[in-house]
């Protein structure tokens, strides 16, 4: 079955640094990838997600960027801000609505 | 416009009893899915349902069930409860791909 890896598991910026969390994934049938933002206490909240047949996505200060190839995909955040600390998940779809999570990055931005 | 939404917020419950949970998707929304999420982890699917047929289940144990009903929404039911059951339980409504979660349902097993 699928298996998402993700890395950094913690990661500390300084308030207008760039942020970039990486994933991995093993199931080549997976053809959509979102990324989730969670708050301590909170629900998962979507923030962008990406198509395999398209290789980078943007909104606003968020990117996402896919290699098919390679398998892997990114998480760009650009000129981080306190309210960007949280924990985020990549996942990957192998079939309709199945989500696989990857462990999660803790993201702290410090100002 | 509501969101998903999940019912009880929190739960106490014993080794060895049962419990329910539900779970009501966003309006127009026909897929629902169940992840467990312990703490420090990323949730693992349980269970995905789409116009009331099961159509995934994870890699979990018998004593979880669910089922959807006629109007969508769903409800995750736990046997024989373990302490190993406690984590947030995610409900995700789902349109075109993308998964809106629910607040999720606390539980705890003592």
């Known amino acids: 079955g699928e298996n998402v890896e993700q890395h950094p598991s913690t990661l500390s910026v300084q308030e207008g640094d760039s942020a970039v969390i990486k994933c991995t994934y093993s199931?080549?049938?997976?053809?959509?990838f979102p990324w989730y933002k969670q708050e301590l206490g909170k629900r998962p909240q979507l923030i962008i997600d990406?198509?395999?047949?398209?290789g980078e996505k943007k909104d606003q200060r968020i990117a996402v960027t896919l290699n098919k190839t390679a398998k892997h995909f990114s998480l760009h955040i650009t000129e981080t801000q306190p309210e960007d600390s949280a924990v985020y998940f990549c996942?990957?779809?192998?079939?309709?609505?199945?989500?696989?999570f990857g462990a999660g990055t803790i993201l702290r931005v410090k100002s | 416009d509501a969101g998903v939404t999940q019912s009880p917020t929190h739960l106490i419950k014993t080794r060895g009893q049962h419990v329910t949970l539900r779970c009501s998707p966003i309006?127009?929304?026909?897929?629902v899915s169940w992840y467990q999420q312990v703490l420090g982890q990323g949730p693992q699917f349980i269970f995905q349902?789409?116009?009331?047929?099961?159509?995934g289940r994870g890699n979990f144990p018998d004593r979880f069930s669910a089922r959807q009903f006629p109007n969508y929404s769903s409800e995750l039911n736990v046997n024989a409860l373990l302490l190993g059951d406690s984590a947030l339980y995610l409900c995700?409504?789902?349109?075109?791909?993308?998964?809106?979660f629910g607040q999720g349902t606390r539980l705890t097993v003592v």
């Open positions: 995700a409504s789902s349109f075109g791909g993308e998964a809106f």
């Open positions: 199931d080549s049938a997976s053809n959509y």
């Open positions: 990406i198509r395999s047949n398209v």
């Open positions: 996942a990957a779809e192998p079939y309709g609505n199945k989500l696989v």
């Open positions: 309006s127009g929304h026909k897929s």
């Open positions: 349902y789409y116009e009331k047929e099961e159509r």
